[in-house]
C-alpha cells in the first residue's frame, strides 16, 4: 500500500523533531489542576498542523483534535497527558549522551510530543481505512488528580469512540493489560479528649487510631500473592498536646490491587475490623480521597495485538505485559478495550533526576503510529466493549 509507505517513511524521520519538541514541553510547567499554558501550547500545535474537524479546549484544559474516518472501522480516543507531579517552577532540560534529563521529560513530556509528532504524519500522508481518531493531550492524570482529565473525556466523548491508548513516555517494552486500582482513604477517630490528669480515664483517640491499625494487620495481603495487592498506612496525625487526652487521629490508608474487586472488599474488611476495634469508645468516619478504577484486557485482545505487530521490524524487545495505573485504567472500568503504550525508555520519574535515553525515539515513535493505525483500522466489531 504505497500510502502506508509514505506514512512510514515520514515516521522514520521523525525522532529529532519528536525530541526538540519534548524539550519545549517540558519546559512549560504543567503541575496537576494548572496544565493550563501547557494546554495552550499543545492547542497551538494541533492547529499549526491542521486538517481537523475540530480542535477543542474544555473547561478543565483537555485538548482535543478530531479526525472522522471509515464509518465501519474502529473509533480510537488517544490519550496523552500534560500534566506532571512537579510544582510550578522552572523545568529545565539537559541533554548528555543520548540521554534528556529533566522534570516530567517522559513523563509525559514525550508522550505528548510523540502524539503531535504521529498526529503530524496521519494528517499529511493520511493512511487509508482508520476510523474516528480523537486525540487529546489531557489533563488531571498524576496524583490528586485522580484521573480526572480522562474522566471527563470518556463521558464527554461516550458514543463517538470504541477504544482507548494512553501514550506514556517511558513505556516503550510494556504493554498495559491490567489496571492496577486504587482507593485512598481518610480515616479518623474523634473523642471527646479532656485534661490527661483531671478526665483521667476518657478515651484516647490516638490509642484507638492505633488499635484500629493493630486491627488490620491480619488483613494485610501477602507479598508475592497474586492477584497482586498492597495495603499501606501512609500518613498519620492527631492529638493535641502532651497532657491532654487525644481528642482526634487521622490516617490516610492506601489499597491497590490488579483485581478491583479485591479492592473494594479489602477496604470492606479493613471499615469492620477497624470500627469493632474502636467499638463505643469514639467516632469513627471514613473519608474517601482518592479513587483510580481498573480492569483488564486480554494479551490476546485485537487492540493488544494491534501493539503487538507493531513492533515487528523495529528491532524491539518482546514487550513486558504489565499492570499499571495509567489514564487507561480509567477506560478499562468502564469496559471499553484500553491499553497503554510507550515511546523510549528511561528511569527515576516523579524525581528531579528523571530521564530518558533518546536513540530508541527513533522506533518509538514509528512504533506509536503504527500501533494507532492498526488499532484504528480494526473494525468496530474487534472493539466491542469487555464483557
Ligand atoms: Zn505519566
Known amino acids: 500500500m504505497p500510502q502506508a509507505t509514505a506514512f512510514e517513511q515520514a515516521l522514520g524521520t521523525l525522532a529529532p523533531s519528536v525530541i526538540e ?9 504543567a503541575p496537576t489542576f494548572r496544565e493550563g499554558t501547557r494546554a495552550e501550547y499543545a492547542r497551538a500545535r494541533f492547529e499549526e498542523i ?8 474544555d473547561s478543565i484544559s483537555n485538548v482535543v483534535a478530531v479526525r472522522k474516518g471509515a464509518p465501519d472501522r474502529a473509533r480510537l480516543l488517544v490519550v496523552a497527558h500534560l500534566d506532571t507531579v512537579f510544582p510550578d517552577e522552572a523545568t529545565p532540560v539537559t541533554r548528555s549522551r543520548g540521554r534528556l534529563t529533566g522534570r516530567g521529560v517522559g513523563d509525559n513530556s514525550l508522550g505528548v510530543a510523540a502524539l503531535l509528532g504521529v498526529a503530524q504524519a496521519i494528517q499529511k500522508h493520511a493512511p487509508k481505512g482508520l476510523g474516528d481518531l480523537i486525540l487529546a493531550t489531557n489533563v ?3 496524583g490528586r488528580g485522580d484521573l480526572r482529565g480522562v474522566k ?3 463521558k ?3 458514543g463517538q469512540f470504541d477504544a482507548v491508548i494512553a501514550v506514556e513516555g517511558h ?7 491490567h489496571g492496577v486500582a486504587s482507593l485512598r482513604h481518610e480515616i479518623s477517630v474523634a473523642t471527646d479528649g479532656g485534661h490527661s490528669w483531671g478526665a483521667y480515664g476518657r478515651p484516647n483517640a490516638i490509642a484507638l487510631l492505633a488499635r484500629a491499625i493493630t486491627a488490620i494487620e491480619p488483613l494485610m495481603p501477602e507479598v508475592g500473592v497474586e492477584p497482586r495487592t498492597t495495603m499501606n498506612v501512609g500518613v498519620i496525625h492527631g492529638g493535641r498536646s502532651v497532657n491532654t487526652i487525644a481528642p482526634d487521629a487521622t490516617l490516610e490508608l492506601d489499597i491497590r490491587s490488579v483485581d478491583p474487586q479485591r479492592v473494594t472488599s479489602l477496604l470492606r474488611s479493613v471499615r469492620a475490623a477497624m470500627r469493632d476495634a474502636v467499638g463505643e469508645e469514639g467516632e469513627m468516619a471514613f473519608r474517601r480521597i482518592g479513587n483510580r478504577p481498573g480492569g483488564t484486557i486480554e494479551e490476546d485482545h485485537p487492540l493488544v495485538q494491534a501493539a503487538v505487530q507493531a513492533r515487528s521490524g523495529l528491532d524491539l524487545p518482546a514487550p513486558e505485559f504489565n499492570a499499571g495505573s495509567t489514564d487507561a485504567n480509567a477506560a478499562l472500568d468502564l469496559g471499553y478495550p484500553a491499553t497503554c503504550v510507550g515511546v523510549t525508555t528511561g528511569g527515576e520519574p516523579h524525581t528531579p533526576r528523571e530521564w530518558i535515553s533518546t536513540g530508541p525515539i527513533a522506533q518509538g515513535v514509528p512504533y506509536l503510529g503504527r500501533t494507532i493505525v492498526n488499532a484504528a483500522r480494526l473494525s468496530r466489531s474487534d472493539v466491542a466493549r469487555l464483557g
Request: proline share 3%; hydrophobic share 35%.
Open 140 to 142: 488531571g492524570e498524576e
Open 152 to 154: 471527563r473525556l470518556l
Open 156 to 158: 464527554d466523548y461516550q
Open 171 to 177: 513505556a516503550l517494552n510494556r504493554i498495559q493489560l
Open 21 to 29: 519538541e519534548t524539550i519545549r514541553v517540558t519546559e512549560i510547567p
Open 50 to 57: 491542521g486538517g481537523w474537524e475540530d480542535v477543542t479546549v
